[in-house]
């Protein structure tokens, strides 16, 4: 992983964002407010909304899907991005291909890149120079347009992952577009990628999902969440998530989160022997070497 020098912040005339919610959203009001951007056109699977979407000034416009709009939109954009679920990432470049210029920048904002670079391969044909892929690690529990946030990404990390057959202007593009919303844009490779985020943003993710549903299906579930506090709040916040999101996510990056899963419930098991052991020696030990470790990592926040 590298950090991105500090580029020229760019102008784009035209963007189309294709998905309103949290993301794509936050990312078109970073980038009106800069001024980077001078005219936003949005996409999206529901009417109402897009609607919402362009009340907020998350899009100037909205277009529907399949119609002269669309088609003259994705022939006017400078940059496309791409902010619905990864899974929808083959069915959305399909209908987009036969369309895009060849001077228009196709990006994403997904939390799996092989995958995705896959499935756009397979839509885009030679037009894959032509697709950044893109991450941004940053997000909330709640999504829709009225969730996006302008600062939403100050210092937050990016990460490009360019691939063999990216022009580097449009690279550069991309990153710079990231850098104008107050984030720290790094590039990172495809597969270290999704290694890299399995265990780290993947698998929390699952864990708290699975840490809700635990304690939803006990007899006192009731009681159990009427005294639950803030190590347990803070633990499961992430469950609020979009469920189709990391649904797409898991199924996308199945084997290195099976993985991550692996590792992590052998130490899970190995602290359940200690435990049923009473070793309390070898507890301590364990707790306190993760109890460093947090508080080391923690100072870097």
Known sequence: MKPYAAL?????????????????????????????????????????????????????????????????????????????PVGQTRTVLDKIAPHVPPDTVITDVGSTKPSVYNDARAALGDKISQFVLAHPIAGREVNGPSAALADLYINKKVMICPHADNRVGDVELIAALWQA???????????????????????????????????????????????AGAGFRDFTRIAAASPEMWRDICLSNSDAILKEIDAYLAHTQALRDDIAAGNSKILLEKFAKASDMRLEWGKEL
């Open 8 to 84: 020229t912040e760019p102008k784009i005339n035209n963007l189309l964002l294709i998905g309103a919610g949290l993301i794509g959203g936050s990312l078109t009001l970073a980038l009106k407010k800069s001024g980077v951007v001078r005219h936003v056109v949005g996409v999206g699977r529901s009417a109402a909304v897009m609607d919402e979407a362009v009340a907020l000034g998350v899009v100037d416009v909205a277009v529907r899907v399949d119609t002269p709009e669309f088609i003259a939109a994705i022939q006017a954009a400078d940059v496309i991005v791409h902010a619905m």
């Open 181 to 227: 919303t107050g984030a720290q844009v790094y590039e990172l490779s495809l597969t270290a990628h999704d290694e890299i985020f399995a265990a780290v943003s993947h698998l929390p993710h699952i864990l708290a999902y699975a840490l809700m549903n635990h304690v939803a299906d006990s007899d006192l579930s009731a009681d159990k969440f009427a005294m």
